[in-house]
């Protein structure tokens, strides 16, 4: 709706896949050429990119090994996995 407001519309390049917000030619005829990548609309160019990047990579495998080592211990709590079967002493 916002970019509706201000004419412009996202797009994404066909060669390198890129995403970027630029205006809507189709409603603006006479304006001129203007794009904006997406990550930079978004505050996200170069190092912050990357940055922000890697944390959400990093994040989600902490967050996936943390749901895996949850359900581990919900199993053992409920004996769905035999605890002789982990040698434990």
């Known amino acids: 709706m916002t970019l509706r407001r201000k004419n412009e519309a996202p797009f994404r390049c066909c060669s ?3 995403r970027f917000i630029a ?3 189709a409603d603006a005829p ?3 050429d ?3 990548p ?3 609309y978004l505050g996200l160019a170069g190092w912050p990119r990357r940055v ?9 495998l902490l967050v996936a090994t ?5 359900l581990a211990v919900v199993a053992l709590a409920f004996s769905w996995i ?3 079967l982990l040698h434990l002493d």
């Open 16 to 18: 390198c896949g890129l």
């Open 23 to 25: 205006k809507n030619e």
């Open 30 to 32: 006479g304006s001129t």
């Open 34 to 36: 203007h794009y904006v």
């Open 38 to 40: 997406f990550a930079g």
């Open 52 to 60: 922000f990047t890697d944390q959400m990579i990093l994040g989600s």
């Open 66 to 70: 943390l749901l895996v080592l949850a």
């Open 82 to 84: 035999d605890p002789a």
